[in-house]
């Protein structure tokens, strides 16, 4: 199959946030080491390959790069619908916002889970 010669869209997704934290708090669970859901975005068809940035509010970028689509979620965080991408590209930055996220959310379910049954 030959590649396709079309470059890829570009999109811009921006959250509410102001801070990287609150982000992480509110929607951290749609970034993991290989993909990312981009909650607001409109839908594109599965392979489509993306140029994105996903930005807070104040226009303080959070991850950019390029990722290809692999679907698209009518409730993907609550009620919200988001577009689905495996990141094919990420500069330095953005890797390191999303190992950060991924860290965080790791340390959370260690501290979160139950504690061992009592032993008979």
């Known amino acids: 199959m030959a590649e396709d010669p079309r470059p890829p869209v570009a999109i811009r997704v921006v959250r509410p946030y102001k801070t990287e934290d609150e982000l992480l708090e509110a929607e951290g669970e749609t970034i993991t080491k290989t993909t990312v859901v981009l909650l607001g975005a409109l839908h594109r068809p599965q392979g489509v390959v993306l ?55 790791e340390a959370a379910q260690v501290t979160e889970a139950p504690p061992p049954a009592p032993s008979s």
């Open 51 to 105: 140029r994105f940035e996903l930005t807070l509010a104040t226009g303080e970028p959070l991850i950019r790069g390029e990722g290809r689509v692999t679907a698209y979620r009518e409730r993907a965080h609550g009620d919200q619908p988001g577009l689905a991408l495996r990141f094919t590209r990420l500069d330095p930055k953005s890797k390191a916002f999303v190992d950060r996220a991924v860290a965080q959310r």
